[in-house]
């Protein structure tokens, strides 16, 4: 189980609270997709993914991003239970649709880099460190399956 202070607590929720979910998470998704260029392989249906426009604009890169970005509420309403909350979804991910788990982190990475983006100077050393111990705790429980 994770120890969390009540800062990291504190500034969890203060971040998902203050977050436009509909433009943090196409552009997280869409920084993944160019930057790791490999992880488009699971998103053959999307269409066209062929450049960094195509890509940014793609509807449904766009609705996964949302997606995406709704499902960490459960991390953040069940903080001290975030390995059975994504039980299921680690299995999906594992035995339907094979996804490396190592896509986990550099997902969680990019949300990083554009989250980071949007806070600016807010986003002290200290708020990315709460950040990103609660993210690696998901992308843990994400990948749990695989173990």
Known sequence: MVEWTDFERATIKDIFSKLEYDVVGPATLARCLVVYPWTQRYFGKFGNLYNAAAIAENAMVSKHGTTILHGLDRAVKNMDDIKNTYAELS?????KLHVDPDNFQLLADCLTIVVAGRFGNTFTGEVQAAF?????????????QYH
């Open 132 to 144: 990103q111990k609660f993210l690696s705790v998901v992308v843990s429980s994400l990948g749990r």
């Open 91 to 95: 299995v999906l991910h594992s035995e």
